[in-house]
């Protein structure tokens, strides 16, 4: 038994001589200094992802622009011709075989939606036509012309509903990506706080594992000493030894998790190409954070957490779809008012005679009735017709209006089902963090004397290793006891910490824990202090 052992700590003390550090040799020359509200501020900054959510809210606000703009603006309409003609005549009264006409003409239209889903229109023309036909009254003619019409729908898409839609519909789904980038806000901050903290526990894990290795290389001399001066066995050496060994490698498998948890790190902070090493500052404290929960804790997470406002939104716009598929199933009755106003002018010409065959016709100026009388003309109405209408469609029922109707009632079932199962959820992870922080929370206290505890045996023990009343071995164990609790302590803590920021994000307290704006956020602009 004891050859066995001494063959296994020679292997051991072999493998310690290896180049086994070359294989991490590849760390980074510098470091940077990170605390976590700054490593959440770059990730804010910087986070591919998260620039897409915002890229998709923005977008989404811009929709809601088109769609204000495609309802309530008005539109206006301005359009200018020229026509040339030159066809037979039909009239003896014309006096030529062909009759030629010049025609230029100018058009301005206004059309404008109402709030009640009515359109208002205004037409305002003019035409100016020079002919060769000899009993021409006015050559050249002004005609001037104007329409005011006004069409109002009082059962299918009358009122605000149908008038609003599509603008409720974006702005619903701007409110929803809002709470999505929200939602995305809080979970990559959760993620950069379990990076972080991940990556400060490999640090104090190398800290503890180096210390580890320290007392062992001090065991390691002291039983040296002693077998120089014939007051121990040489075995002691080789069993001190493998555990140098041993901690040696523990210390390598400590330097790797750092370089794998900062990769981690840095990849949600966008920084992997960036040539330095991280060196977090802050350290995990078990605060007095309040463990006294009661159903406010739960009404507050039902009322600020995105995922419920977002499905409570997503509810609201579902019940809108159904109002509105209803609403278009209605017959369509349309009330219809217009009043057309017009007047006539130019150069005006009289006539001895209408037969232009007749060798003594002759015409004769009158009058000119310029462009501004043509107008006073229209709006004084001095040539108009009025005209007021009802019109009713009344639909026949059909297959695909009755499955619209039943599509948008089965898409509120649904957003009602979600909101409940996000309410249940919402439910379960309360629950769940709140006993995860009292679990750690208690864990931490027995970890901290378990500690102390361990650091007590360990001093009791190299007092009496040093007078001859204790083993080696049992040294060995005790500081490997010691080496643990310290570690566990170390991930209670991290636990407890990381239970703390769960807390926050499943409360949505995350931005108000750390100061930050959400508005600030959307648009980059981010308070670093």
Do not use: C
Not at 18 to 25: E, I, K, L, N, T
Not at 275 to 292: A, M, R
Not at 391 to 410: D, G, M
């Amino acid at each position: 038994m004891r050859r066995n052992l001494m063959k296994k700590a020679l292997i051991v003390v072999i493998l310690l001589g290896m180049p086994w550090g070359a294989v991490f040799s590849a760390e980074p020359t510098e470091g940077k200094e990170l605390t976590l509200k700054d490593a959440i501020v770059y990730a804010l900054e910087n986070n591919l992802g998260l620039e897409i959510q915002r890229s998709r809210t923005r977008t989404a606000r811009l929709d809601l622009r088109i769609n204000r703009a495609q309802q309530y603006l008005p539109t206006l309409t301005v359009n200018s011709e020229y026509t040339k003609s030159k066809l037979p005549s039909r009239s003896f009264f014309d006096g030529v075989p062909f009759v030629e006409s010049d025609t230029l003409s100018a058009s301005v239209t206004i059309r404008q939606r109402t709030p009640l889903g009515g359109f208002f229109s205004f037409f305002f023309n003019n035409d100016k036509t020079e002919s060769n036909r000899k009993t021409a009254i006015y050559d050249p003619t002004l005609f001037t012309s104007s329409y005011i019409a006004y069409s109002q729908p009082l059962l299918r898409n009358f009122g605000t509903l149908a008038a609003n839609y599509q603008i409720r519909v974006a702005r619903n789904n701007l409110e929803i990506s809002k709470y999505q980038l929200e939602e995305a806000i809080v979970d990559l901050i959760y993620e950069v706080e379990s990076a972080y903290w991940e990556l400060v526990y490999a640090h104090k894990n190398l800290e503890a594992a180096q210390l580890a290795l320290k007392r062992a290389k001090d065991l390691l001399n002291q039983n040296e000493i002693k077998v120089k001066v014939g007051t121990a066995a040489p075995i002691d050496i080789l069993s001190s030894k493998a555990t140098v060994a041993r901690n040696e490698s523990t210390v390598i498998q400590a330097k790797q998790a750092i370089q794998i948890r900062e990769e981690a790190l840095k990849r949600i902070l966008n920084m992997s190409k960036e040539p330095f090493s991280i060196i977090p500052t802050d350290d995990p404290e078990v605060k007095g954070t309040p463990l006294d929960f009661d159903d406010f804790t739960i009404n507050e997470a039902l009322g600020n957490r995105a995922d419920m406002k977002q499905a409570r939104t997503n509810l609201e716009r579902s019940n809108l779809g159904v109002k509105f598929q209803k609403n278009q199933a209605l017959p369509n009755l349309q009330l219809n008012a217009w009043l057309y106003s017009y007047g006539v002018g130019g150069t005006e010409w009289e006539f001895n005679t209408w037969n232009t065959a007749d060798p003594n016709f002759q015409r004769f100026f009158r009058a000119k009735i310029t462009f501004m009388d043509t107008v006073r003309d229209v709006f004084k109405l001095k040539n108009s017709v009025y005209n007021v209408n009802l019109s009713l469609q009344i639909p026949i029922p059909t297959t695909a209006e009755r499955a619209r109707i039943a599509q948008a009632k089965i898409q509120r079932e649904q957003a009602l089902n979600e909101l409940k199962d996000v309410e249940n959820t919402v439910h379960s992870e309360v629950n769940d963090v709140i006993r995860q922080l009292k679990n750690n929370k208690k864990l931490v206290e027995a970890d901290r004397i378990a500690v102390e505890l361990e650091a007590e045996n360990l001093k009791a023990e190299e007092k009496k290793l040093s007078v001859g009343l204790s083993t080696n071995f049992q040294v060995l164990q005790y500081q490997e006891q010691y080496a643990n609790a310290q570690t566990q302590l170390l991930r209670s803590t991290i636990n407890f910490v990381m239970a703390s920021a769960r807390l926050n994000q499943v409360l949505n307290r995350t931005l108000k824990f750390y100061g930050l704006n959400f508005k600030n956020i959307l648009e980059n602009k981010i308070d670093k202090k």
